[in-house]
């Protein structure tokens, strides 16, 4: 199998009604993708709300099914009932170090799931404070949470957002030149590229290959920010599976929807997305993998220092 493959993955926010990660990681794994991005939930996992043993759990999954796996700190309401907040740029001091300990904490478990990286984002700017300073605490912020993973060996692909403060393409390119580190990368959202930029999202991916950590998949109609069920929208995915074949990414790419949003069961949205993504791109470069056909994963080796080396791809061992 062809190293120049990438992975399909799916995010675990895309179970809105289930509280069972072990259901949920099952129906992952037995529809055929071959990597799980964990996002941090009260619903699902957690570490301030679930024990110990549950993390015990996901890990043993992973381990036995060989799926690839990338943390997520996306989530709405991860310590606080109002909406990504905390967040980096905060304009409480107080509320930015509770999230800056809670990213810390993050990336110490990716270590632990041996995580391909561990997804970011930069949350809303806040009413009242300048532009120039919440710029400064969030280049200061992930300067720190940089140094952490490092030691921790792991990787951060931060994610620009049209309704945030890192917004566009731009934003990240700039973050990326002041941070100057080597495992500070891009969770590269095809939708939010959709939205926020006037350039195609096939030019992006070619212009930045070595900064893309992560991808997530999601469908986007006329520009405005809401994902879609794949094929709802405008984005082709032929042609974005064909650029992400031609530059030679072997990462995850994970859908990332919310079934609260469209109005689909849980376990119906993971199936049918895949099932579009096979039946619809069946030429593409993905490596499919049938139904609870085993597989094992070249785990990235970590470095402590250094350049770190790409993630590891998924071969069937049946």
């Given at each position: ?9 799916y995010?675990?926010?895309?179970f ?66 109002v ?28 270590e ?50 049209p ?6 393409y ?17 969770t ?12 195609s ?25 809401k994902?879609l ?31 609260d ?36 994963h ?21």
């Amino acid at each position: 199998m062809s190293d120049r493959r990438f992975l399909l993955g799916y995010n675990t926010c895309g179970f809105s009604h289930t509280t069972d990660i072990d259901h949920i990681l099952r129906v992952i794994h037995s529809t055929g993708y071959q990597g799980v991005e964990l996002t941090l939930d009260k619903r699902h996992y957690h570490p301030h709300h679930h024990d110990r043993s549950v993390l015990e759990r996901i890990k043993s999954f992973l381990t036995s099914s060989g799926m690839v796996n990338v943390l997520a700190t996306g989530a709405r309401y991860v310590l606080s009932d109002v909406k990504h907040e905390p967040s980096m740029v905060s304009a409480d001091d107080g509320a930015r170090t509770r999230w800056m300990a809670f990213l810390v904490e993050s990336i110490k478990m990716g270590e632990e799931l041996q995580s391909d990286c561990v997804m970011l984002h930069s949350g809303y700017q806040p009413k009242g404070v300048e532009k120039a300073r919440a710029w400064d605490w969030m280049v200061q912020e992930v300067t720190e949470l940089c140094r952490v993973a490092r030691e921790h060996g792991q990787r951060l692909g931060m994610e620009f957002h049209p309704d945030m403060f890192l917004r566009t393409y731009d934003d990240f390119k700039r973050l990326k030149q002041d941070v100057g580190a080597v495992n500070f990368g891009l969770t590269l959202d095809v939708g939010h590229c959709e939205c926020t930029e006037s350039t195609s999202t096939a030019d992006i991916i070619r212009e930045c290959l070595q900064d893309v950590f992560n991808i997530h998949l999601d469908d986007i109609d006329s520009r405005v920010h809401k994902h879609l069920m794949l094929g709802q929208g405008q984005i082709d995915f032929k042609e974005i599976f064909r650029v992400l074949s031609e530059v030679g990414y072997r990462g995850l790419a994970s859908v990332e929807l919310n079934a609260d949003d469209i109005g689909v069961a849980d376990d119906e949205l993971a199936v049918d997305s895949y099932g579009y993504l096979v039946e619809r791109v069946s030429k593409g470069p993905f490596i499919i993998r049938r139904p609870a056909e085993r597989v094992g994963h070249e785990r990235r080796r970590r470095h402590t220092t250094g350049e770190l080396p790409e993630p590891g791809v998924v071969r069937s061992t049946a």
